[in-house]
C-alpha cells in the first residue's frame, strides 16, 4: 500500500470550496480553486491567500543557535536582530545546493528555519549534525502557515504590528485574537504576509482574510517564476552552487567556518560553466522543465530549461534554464526544442516582472 498523503488542517475547508488538489512532496494540497489565471491575477492585482502548511518549520534554540547556524548556513545569522530574516542557503561540503530557506531570530536564543517540504527531513538532519558540539538544538515544529500577498494585503491582513514591518522582518502579534507571527516575506513577487498559527486556529485566520482570493500551487509556481525566484528541484538542487544560481551574494566568505566554504571559496574564482538564464518568446508555445536549450545555428544542446510556463502578466511564454556561459549574454538568441520545433527564444534577466512600488 502507498502511505496516505498528509493533509493540512485547513484540507477540509478547501474541499468545501471545491478545490483541486496536488500530491505535492507527501502532502495533499490545492492545486487551484478558481483556476490558476485567475488567482494569478487576483494576486498581480489584489490579493490572494495561500495554505502553505506543507512547508517545514524547524525551531533551532539554545545559546550558541546563532553560532551553529553560522556554520552549518552560507549566509550569517548571528549578526540577525531579534524579529530580523534572512534568505540562506542549506549547502554540501562539495558547494552544492541541498535546499534554500529563511532563518528568523525569534528570541536571543532562538531561531525559526523554514524550509521546503520535500527537504524538510533533510534539512533536519543536516541541521543537528551540525549542530553538534554547540551548545544549541534543532526540533521539528508544526504550525499553519498561511501567506497573503498582493498590493492589497497590508489593507486585508490590517494589522499595526503587520504593517509596520519591513521586507524580511517579523514579529510577534494577534490577529482576530489568535496569537501568530507574522512575516513581510513572499514568493510571489508581490507586497505581502507569511502567517504562523497554531493548527486551532488556522481556520478563523483563513475566514478573517476573507477578501483575498484562495490560491493554490499552481498560481503560485507561475508567479514566482514571473518574478525570478528560484525553485528547489528545478533551478536550485545538490548538482549547482549559488554561484551558477547567481545567488552567490548569500555566501559570507567572512566567517571563518561553515560547511562548504572551501569547495564555494573554489567555485567563486572559477567562471561558472552554466549559469542560469531567463529565457522569453514572441511565439506561443512555452517551454518546460527539462527541455533542451539549443544554439539555433547548430542545433547543438547547451542548456536545459527548469521552469516555463506562459506570463499570465506579460502574455508570452517565459521560462528559467542553466545555459553555458558563452551563450548567456542578455540579448543573446537561442532556441528550445518543443517537440521537434526549435522555436526561438531570447536571453533575458531571470526577473520577468517587478511590483511597481518595489
Same mark, same amino acid.
Not at 504593517?163 to 510571489?188: C, F, I, N
Given at each position: ?12 475547508? @478547501? ?24 488567482? @494569478? ?100 515544529? @508544526? ?101 551558477? !544560481? ?16 572551501? !569547495? ?70 537561442? !532556441? ?23
Amino acid at each position: 500500500m502507498y502511505p496516505a498523503l498528509r493533509r493540512t488542517p485547513l484540507h477540509a475547508l @478547501h474541499q468545501s470550496l471545491g478545490v483541486r488538489f496536488t500530491d505535492f512532496a507527501g502532502w495533499s494540497m490545492p492545486l487551484r480553486f478558481s483556476g490558476e489565471t485567475a488567482e @494569478h491575477n487576483t494576486v498581480r492585482s489584489s490579493a490572494g491567500i495561500f495554505d502553505l502548511s506543507h512547508m517545514g518549520q524547524l525551531a533551532v534554540d539554545g545559546p550558541e543557535a546563532g553560532r551553529a547556524l553560522d556554520y552549518a548556513l552560507v549566509g550569517s545569522i548571528s549578526p540577525l536582530a531579534v524579529g530580523a530574516a534572512r534568505y540562506t542557503m542549506l549547502c554540501h561540503d562539495n558547494g552544492g545546493i541541498l535546499d534554500d530557506l529563511v532563518a528568523y531570530r525569534l528570541a536571543p536564543d532562538r531561531f525559526l528555519v523554514v524550509a521546503n517540504a520535500s527537504n524538510t527531513p533533510v534539512v533536519l538532519a543536516a541541521l543537528r549534525d551540525r549542530l553538534d558540539g554547540f551548545r544549541a538544538q534543532a526540533r521539528w515544529e @508544526h504550525r499553519v502557515l498561511l501567506a497573503v500577498q498582493g498590493p492589497h494585503a497590508e489593507r486585508i491582513v490590517n494589522c499595526p504590528d503587520a504593517s509596520a514591518l519591513k521586507y524580511y522582518q517579523a514579529v510577534a502579534t494577534e490577529l482576530a485574537g489568535r496569537p501568530v507571527l507574522v512575516a513581510r516575506t513572499g514568493y510571489t513577487g508581490e507586497d505581502g504576509f507569511e502567517i504562523f498559527c497554531e493548527p486551532a486556529d488556522a481556520a478563523v485566520l483563513w475566514s478573517a482574510f476573507a477578501p483575498a482570493l484562495p490560491a493554490g500551487l499552481a498560481s503560485r509556481d507561475t508567479l514566482r517564476l514571473e518574478a525570478g525566484m528560484a525553485l528547489h528541484g528545478n533551478e536550485l538542487h545538490v548538482g549547482v552552487s549559488p554561484f551558477e !544560481a547567481r545567488l552567490g551574494r548569500l555566501v559570507d566568505f567572512t566567517k571563518p567556518d561553515f560547511v562548504g566554504r572551501t !569547495a564555494l571559496l573554489r567555485r567563486a574564482d572559477q567562471t561558472p560553466r552554466t549559469l542560469l538564464v531567463g529565457l522569453t518568446s514572441t511565439g506561443r508555445r512555452a517551454a518546460r522543465a527539462g527541455y533542451a536549450i539549443v544554439d539555433p545555428s547548430t542545433g547543438a544542446r547547451i542548456g536545459t530549461v527548469t521552469s516555463g510556463a506562459p506570463s499570465p502578466t506579460l502574455g508570452r511564454p517565459i521560462a528559467l534554464g542553466y545555459l553555458a556561459t558563452a551563450y548567456a549574454e542578455i540579448g543573446t538568441t537561442v !532556441a528550445v526544442d518543443i517537440r521537434g520545433t526549435a522555436e526561438p527564444f531570447t536571453v533575458t534577466a531571470c526577473r520577468f516582472y517587478s511590483r511597481r512600488d518595489a
